[in-house]
């Protein structure tokens, strides 16, 4: 579970030495990679406390701690604003970097945030976390442009380097978007075998909509109950003080339960169903 790699990693400290910690910016590279490992899984635990210390010691930015507050905070508008101001000075050559973090908030005095240049960890950081204010946000074109533009091929989004996060945010960004239904469609319809078994497992609440959508209502209930099962499986031990735990995978419930009714009476005209049922072959 991702509470049991926390503590395994934490308590092994992954080759991590306390005088690396201590000075985060001379970090090597697999250091540095073993500790954003460590903030991803704090932060998929909602240990916000533990997270933003992570996040202070390897920072070299205050752009990363402001924008992981906010996004903490559920402010995502301003969390994204962050990070396009951190990623659009990347294309400024010699940018002052530490200029921009004495001119910044309070937090820039936080060890950890000392005006040099991000590193790569820090940039990928930024633009997962601007794909996730993005989704919050309800912004499912840009959501489906950005994943594009790095993805240019769908059929890629299975490649070990793009399947988290962009396979889930291609499905996502198509899925609420009635105009991307016949591009999903396509791209659901050529999958290999092994890819619909990795859809399946790992989105079964999109699939039972895209089913209702096209109609297949023996699929669609198939998905249901598929996501039903994982959900007992992911719900029984977590503890009952895992509030917020608890809180997110009801509403994830709430997508399945809510969902392929409304895409049931609402999605779709009767116009357009038959253009958009799934043929048999």
Known sequence: SSAAAASSLSKSGSGISQDAFENSNLLPDKAESDWNQLARLYKSLREDDILLGISEKISRTTTTREALENELKGDWATALRIYEEGLSHLDEPGYNWE????????SSSKSGSDGHAPTPSEIEQWEEG???????????DALRQHTLMEVPDPQDLFGEQYIVPYLRHFITSHVKEEKNWPELFKFLDCLSPEQRDILELRYPADLAIVSVVRQDFDRARHFVMKYHHTFVEEWAPLHPLATSARHRKLQTAGSVSIGPSRARSNMLSSSQRPSLRKTST
Do not use: F, T
């Open 99 to 106: 200029s921009s973090a004495s001119s910044s908030s309070s």
């Open 130 to 140: 601007k794909l996730v204010c993005i989704e919050k946000l309800g912004k499912w």
